[in-house]
């Protein structure tokens, strides 16, 4: 069992950022590949990023390609999503997910445990 606690949310100008934290307790967090969703009012989850156990690989959506980072320091057991040129696009409440699959993992089903969210929000 991996349990996530997610801290950073909160309010920013558009143009700003905000890092954003995902620390895992429990069992070892290393081999667990990390993924980052987001959900806004009225609309489904959807997939931001992820980063493999090792760290070297990750993947992007479209819409933060060139202005997020994820990262993750696993003698930490934290994952970090560095949010950058922040619009009002980006406001949504935000979610870390652990999970031992390598396949579909910009599906939210391919995840076993959930951060509890933190909201972003960008004014305009």
């Known amino acids: 069992q991996v349990a996530l606690v997610m801290s950073g949310g909160g309010l920013v100008h558009a143009g700003g950022s905000l890092r954003l934290s995902c620390a895992a307790s429990?069992?070892?967090?290393?081999?667990?590949?990390v993924g980052w969703f987001r959900q806004a009012p009225g609309k489904e989850r959807e997939f931001v990023a992820f980063i493999s156990e090792s760290g070297y690989s990750s993947i992007y959506a479209d819409s933060v390609k060139g202005r997020f980072t994820i990262s993750r320091d696993n003698p930490k057991r934290t994952t970090y999503l560095i949010m950058n040129s922040l619009t009002h696009e980006d406001t949504a409440n935000y979610y870390c997910a652990a999970g031992s699959s390598v396949r579909g993992v910009t599906r939210a089903d391919a995840y076993d445990y959930w951060g509890q969210g933190t909201q972003v929000t960008v004014s305009s």
């Open positions: 429990g069992r070892t967090f290393s081999p667990y590949v």
